[in-house]
């Protein structure tokens, strides 16, 4: 039996539940509402809405037709880089940004900041790898051995099922790597309301086109190399670690609670002062008084 019938869906699956256990565990721990959650699945949904289009119809012509052909091959790849990670930042940060100015006014704190970006980045996970995972899979046992006229050629149906079976769990890797990214960017984008300082929302865009620039280039440029796979998910481990230290520096967690008031002193007890002591001297001093 093919080990590959079994890694390619157990993959997809894991997908689906690194994303529900994380969130899970952060409701749970933090006693928080699932709300922010799906606000921040939603946020990213609306933030491709805009962003796909633009980079099919505007970005990738301009890159393969104007600027590629005109420039040096390693330029062309880093320019390439650029102006994807940096549409990649703008659209979903900007995106961000408004969530929580006007949707998730109450995430304010660095646990809800966490839940936020959870599900942003599992709606990312499971949209752009677990339900492809498992759509592919399907489709290729299904044609696999099949006599029928398909627009697969068969070289990549071979490859398919021939690949090293730990390749199958390509997909979950990088999303485990990428759902820290993610992560960071909410929490950052959180400053600007927490802290009250536009430049966090620099600081976002600015991390996420590094991310987004560094995963363009280094697919571009070793693509041809037979160790390409694992040194990109290498440099993804490495600013998964990076997007880690962000998060956790970035905890606060005095914020978590809500600040004690600082307690009044007790009135006086007027009930419980000494009655003056009345006598006939004192009360002639009283009268001219």
């Not at 565990?25 to 796909?52: D, N, T």
């Amino acid at each position: 039996m093919n080990i590959r019938y079994l890694t390619y869906p157990f993959s997809g699956v894991l997908i689906f539940v690194l994303v529900t256990v994380l969130a899970i565990f952060i409701v749970r721990k933090y006693q928080l509402h699932w709300r922010l959650f799906f606000i921040g699945a939603a946020g990213f949904i609306l933030s491709q809405i805009f962003h796909v289009p633009f980079n099919t119809l505007v970005l990738n012509p301009l890159i393969t037709n104007q600027i590629q052909p005109t420039i040096p091959r390693v330029a062309g790849f880093a320019i390439a880089g650029l102006l994807l990670g940096l549409s990649a930042g703008l659209f979903e940060e900007f995106t961000r940004y408004g969530l929580y100015r006007w949707w998730a006014k109450d995430a304010r704190t660095w646990s809800r900041g966490v839940l936020l970006g959870t599900g942003w980045g599992g709606s990312e996970a499971i949209l752009f790898a677990g339900i492809p995972i498992l759509i592919s899979y399907i489709v290729m046992l299904a044609v696999r051995g099949a006599e029928i006229d398909i627009n697969i050629p068969p070289e990549q149906i071979d490859a398919y099922w021939s690949i090293p079976w730990y390749l199958s769990f390509l997909g979950f890797v990088e999303r485990a790597f990428a759902l820290p990214i993610q992560i960071s960017l909410s929490v950052l984008v959180m400053q600007v309301f927490a802290r009250r300082q536009s430049r966090w929302l620099l600081f976002a865009i600015g991390w996420h086109t590094l991310v987004d620039w560094l995963a363009v280039f280094l697919l571009l440029y070793w693509s041809e190399s037979e160790w390409s796979v694992y040194a990109i998910e290498g440099v993804a481990a490495i600013l998964a670690i990076i997007s880690l230290i962000i998060i956790f520096t970035l905890k606060q967690p005095q914020s978590e609670t809500t600040p004690k008031l600082e307690l009044l002193p007790e009135p006086l007890d007027f009930a419980t002062l000494p009655e003056p002591e009345e006598t006939p001297d004192k009360l002639e001093e009283s009268r001219y008084n």
